[in-house]
């Protein structure tokens, strides 16, 4: 925090006051300057003894002081006691972050800051929904040695509306959250139900959230229908998300004040780029272009253009479009569906670069030398007008399988084509002696049928085409990142921390026993993960080990703090290229428009409280997409499975916990569970560690990456489960089957992924 400077007479000065000026008619003390004026005082101070400490006595300036301090309690910056005074979130007694709930009951703290979760036993659990943000305080040490915190305030909670099933006996009704996340039941009084019937889904709004002592109490608001019926699974999962659907009124009458082109007055000013081939790339079904890419050889090297669609044009700070785009996070990418950041007249019409149209967009000019290192960038505003639409699998055809008929249909783009492919295959070498990780998993998509039903579950094929639109965009997001640093410009940054002591002692003893090593000890590097897969490519237990290696990883998020992404084997990393469907992306771009205005980076926007708490929800909507898109997912699988009761299959297991073994299906990407149970007459011992069960009697052992001949014994899309039970007999102890290294699982999201 800055110190603060003593005006004329002694007192102390706002070191922000001109930032303030700059945002406000009547500007009041920065966040910065009012913790330090309670720091200064040392003890909690009310409303009236901060304003006189801060000397404000004009009445609109005290009420914009009260929504300050508001604001600052949410964000978890300040205590309000309940004596009415305030006081500083100490860091090392008091944490603050959000909620990670558990179905079994307990939970975990993942504070704002970063560092590791801490615990949440059920009891403080119960007066928690998961997803709400605390302040908490470190109350101990469990038995398992865990930190465990005890809750001091609930600063925000994650839910208004809860979905569930009903249920009503003896003249009772609860709601069954169908997150299962969530493990409070609801208690709906009799004249709130609003018709619903036993069994039926519903949308609840909490009337009175939990507490200590009391479960929480709800109205129904919406019938749904029979529980989890065909259709329903995207409207289930979003809602059970609490992923937000409709747009404000306030957003409505906002863009309905837009213009479906580009005004002439928007344009001046800026780089005209409207007569370079820009060109979009993307997947037949794509809706939304925000990004479009061209290339050309220097004397040097090679020059790459991507341009980005200039969402900060239009969504500007503090309009309802803005808190709008911030509340959602992103967007979110169901099977049959999109939820999008943006309303449809931004997402897919003025800020989309769509082809043959004038377009805004924030240009990143990067240069390359002839071994494809990255030697100079600069960002700039331009107007352009994409040249073309095209697909992955068009450039594909044209630059891998010389399509002759695509070719001479886009002759004129050929030779920016085939820049492109030139820069991508020196970029993808770099890729590789820098030591990137690229885990080989397999992608898939859902198809549907005529009626809206499931039909298919099919892996996609990646080429070229998708590798050289990935490796532009991660050139952009570097360069980007690069030009923050070395401003010093506050900014989110995508972070990706090295895997943990606790992760790399079990993955050691795991491959330990395999004979393998994996080198660099506690603080492993991106290439030596890349060296040890290239190592063990050829060997049958290729998969299993793959598997190990990325769930040793840590998860991607957004922090204010820059420390690099060790997957990508970057030093610094920032999402600028898809401002459309992610919000990190359009902080990046007024970021950096701030730093081309010649304004000090002090004088930005946003403070680094501001930036830690805008991470922190960012990473928190993107878990909830993910979350949604999973629920979906797995209830569309089990309703594709529920006339395949009584089937068999071939599989290989792809997950063992102690209750079981999971075995993901060869073809269909569909997993399912053989409770331990149903493996022989047995009693079998988890080794969490080498990722198997033991027989105690017989010796046998299930294994990741096993093959299993299954039956299909039931399918529960209430609690999305698929029950398998074996076929047959296992042939011979020691082993499930026949092992088999060349199947891979499937139905797991890439990482690292094309625009990440």
Not at 122 to 137: K, T
Not at 218 to 225: A, F, N, S, T
Not at 256 to 275: I, N
Not at 439 to 458: C, K, M, Y
Request: proline share 5%.
């Amino acid at each position: 925090m800055s110190k603060t400077k003593p005006r004329r007479g002694g007192r102390p000065r706002d070191p922000y006051e001109a930032r303030e000026a700059k945002k406000y008619a009547k500007p009041i003390p920065s966040r910065e300057f009012i913790l330090s004026v309670l720091e200064d005082h040392g003890a909690p101070l009310d409303f009236d003894e901060v304003a006189e400490a801060l000397e404000l006595r004009d009445p609109e300036r005290r009420e914009a002081l009260s929504r300050r301090l508001n604001a600052m309690a949410r964000d978890g910056q300040v205590v309000c006691n309940r004596r009415g005074g305030y006081c500083v979130v100490n860091h090392e007694d008091l944490i603050h972050g959000r909620v990670i709930g558990h179905p079994d009951g307990f939970g975990f703290l993942h504070p704002d800051e970063g560092g590791d979760d801490l615990f949440l036993n059920p009891r403080e659990m119960r007066r928690l929904w998961h997803g709400d943000r605390i302040i908490a305080q470190v109350s101990g040490v469990d038995r398992r040695g865990r930190r465990e915190v005890a809750v001091v305030e609930v600063l925000e909670r994650a839910f208004e509306n809860v979905i569930g099933r009903i249920q009503i006996e003896g003249g009772v009704a609860i709601l069954l959250p169908d997150n299962k996340r969530i493990s409070q039941q609801v208690l709906i009084a009799p004249e709130r139900l609003g018709g619903a019937g036993d069994g039926q889904m519903v949308v609840v709004r909490i009337v009175e959230h939990p507490r200590a002592k009391r479960q929480p109490l709800g109205e129904v608001i919406e019938i749904l229908g029979d529980h989890l019926a065909p259709g329903m699974a995207t409207d289930v999962a979003i809602r059970a998300n609490d992923i937000p659907l409709d747009w404000p009124d306030a957003v409505e009458q906002e863009v309905a004040e837009l213009a479906e082109e580009v005004p002439e007055l928007s344009k001046q000013g800026r780089a005209d780029l409207r007569a370079t081939p820009l060109v979009t790339i993307d997947g037949a079904d794509a809706r939304d272009f925000d990004d479009a890419v061209f290339c050309e050889r220097t004397r040097k090297g090679w020059r790459l253009l991507v341009a980005i669609a200039d969402v900060s044009s239009y969504v500007a700070p503090g309009t309802a479009l803005d808190a709008e785009a911030y509340r959602r996070g992103n967007s979110v990418y169901f099977p049959d569906r999109v939820v999008p950041m943006l309303p449809e007249v931004l997402s897919n019409g003025l800020c989309s670069l769509n082809p043959r149209v004038d377009r805004l967009c924030m240009a990143a000019e990067l240069y390359f030398d002839s071994e494809g290192g990255l030697y100079r960038s600069r960002f700039f505003e331009a107007v352009m007008n994409s040249h073309a639409r095209l697909t992955y699998d068009e450039v594909g055809a044209i630059l891998v399988d010389d399509d002759a008929a695509l070719s001479a249909k886009h002759a004129d783009l050929l030779p920016q084509l085939r820049n492109l492919h030139g820069l991508y295959q020196l970029l993808h070498e770099a890729r590789e002696e820098r030591g990137a990780i690229d885990f080989d998993t397999v992608e898939t998509r859902f198809r549907f049928d005529d009626q809206g039903r499931l039909a298919a579950i099919e892996p996609t094929t990646r080429h070229d085409a998708h590798r050289i639109i990935e490796e532009c965009m991660l050139a952009a997001n570097v360069a980007a990142a690069r030009h923050l640093l070395r401003h010093k410009m506050p900014a989110l940054y995508r972070i990706h921390e090295r895997p943990s002591i606790e992760k790399l002692t079990d993955l050691g003893q795991f491959l330990g026993e395999l004979g393998l090593r994996l080198e660099g000890g506690t603080e492993p590097t991106a290439k030596d993960y890349a060296n040890l897969l290239e190592q063990v490519k050829e060997r049958p237990d290729f998969h299993v080990i793959q598997v190990v290696l990325l769930r040793s990883m840590m998860q991607a998020v957004y922090s204010d703090s820059n420390i690099g992404h060790f997957g990508l084997a970057f030093p610094a990393y920032a999402h600028f290229t898809s401002p459309i469907r992610r919000y990190p992306d359009l902080m990046v771009h007024r970021a950096l428009k701030h730093l081309a205005s010649g304004e000090p980076p002090e004088a930005f926007d946003y403070t680094h409280q501001h930036l830690v708490a805008m991470g922190e929800h960012c990473s928190a909507t993107e878990r909830r997409a993910d979350d949604a898109t999973r629920d979906a997912a797995d209830t569309l699988k089990c309703e594709f499975m529920q006339d395949k009761v009584g089937e068999t299959f071939d599989g290989v297991i792809s997950g063992v916990n102690g209750f079981g073994i999971f075995v993901e299906l060869d073809g269909i990407y569909v997993s399912g569970l053989v409770h331990i149970t149903a493996l022989d007459h047995d009693y079998f011992h988890f080794d969490p560690v080498g990722h198997r069960l033991t027989g105690d009697r017989t010796g046998k052992v299930y294994r990741l990456g096993d093959r299993l001949r299954v039956r299909v014994a039931a399918v529960n899309i209430d609690d999305r489960k698929i029950d398998f039970v074996l076929a047959e007999k296992p042939d011979g102890p020691g082993k499930a089957q026949k092992r088999s290294g060349g199947k891979r699982g499937g139905g797991r999201r890439r990482r690292g992924a094309r625009r990440d």
